[in-house]
């Protein structure tokens, strides 16, 4: 079965800090993998996704990750955090049948100073 | 890119009533949605699967007396919360996928209901 961690509950950044959130799966083909925000009493707005092909992929507002096989991990990485990127990150695994749904990671709640 | 509105996005109602959410796919034919629930400060829990036409597939321990889901049209799936209690309180989000699969799930924007 799929599974998802994220070992950091919350993690505070200075604004224009550099910022990396981690993400571990477990599954046993090539995952599906996703980065998910999340700001206070909204929906869950797209990142970055993952199926294949070059493993350090780019997403909207600054954000990339790197696929790594070997370690199974999916980690979310920004060079220069901005005060707006304050909200939750989920992880996501998604499977190639697609019968069911994505296996999300607990989350990581992210503050920023000013 | 594939929207997904959900309505009422905030809804209070007094304990005993029942409150539905409307789930819909603007820009696509969406032939499964999935329900969740969001407990403060915690992940989504997948609830149940809505297929279009079909009865929905509820998870281990979800009441599917208690939580009604209907998926009658291509864009647009149901979510009947019954005889609401306040332990029903919560953030329920929906989110749509198109037929084939193209790895990617589209979330409404949530409904946060109160239950009184």
């Known amino acids: 079965a799929q599974s998802v961690t994220q070992p950091d509950i919350h993690i505070t950044v200075s604004e224009g800090a550099s910022l990396e959130l981690r993400c571990n799966y477990s599954?046993?083909?090539?995952?599906?993998l996703f980065w998910y925000v999340q700001s206070p009493g909204q929906g869950l707005q797209l990142l970055l996704k993952?199926?294949?092909?070059?493993?350090l992929v780019q997403g909207i507002k600054g954000f990339e990750a790197e696929f790594k096989r070997s370690q199974s991990s999916f980690n979310l990485r920004k060079p220069s955090v901005h005060w707006s990127d304050a909200a939750e990150y989920f992880c996501?695994?998604?499977?190639?049948?697609?019968?069911?749904?994505?296996?999300f990671g607990p989350g990581t709640r992210l503050s920023v100073l000013p | 890119g594939a929207v997904v509105s959900q309505h009422p996005s905030r809804v209070i109602c007094k304990s005993g009533t029942s409150v539905k959410i409307e789930c819909r796919s603007l820009?696509?034919?969406?032939?499964?949605m999935f329900w969740y629930r969001q407990f403060p400060k915690q992940s989504l829990m997948l609830m149940a699967t809505?297929?279009?036409?079909?009865?929905?597939?509820?998870e281990q321990g979800v009441e599917k007396d208690k939580f009604l889901i209907n998926h009658a049209s291509l864009t647009l799936s149901t979510l009947t919360v019954t005889s609401a209690h306040p332990e029903d309180s919560s953030f329920y989000i929906c989110?749509?996928?198109?037929?084939?699969?193209?790895?990617?799930?589209?979330f409404g924007e949530g409904s946060r209901l109160t239950v009184l």
């Open positions: 809505s297929n279009e036409g079909s009865k929905a597939t509820y």
């Open positions: 993952y199926f294949s092909g070059d493993t």
């Open positions: 989110s749509a996928r198109t037929g084939e699969f193209t790895g990617e799930l589209f």
């Open positions: 820009d696509f034919q969406a032939t499964t």
């Open positions: 996501a695994v998604g499977a190639e049948n697609y019968g069911q749904n994505f296996v």
């Open positions: 599954y046993g083909a090539t995952p599906y």
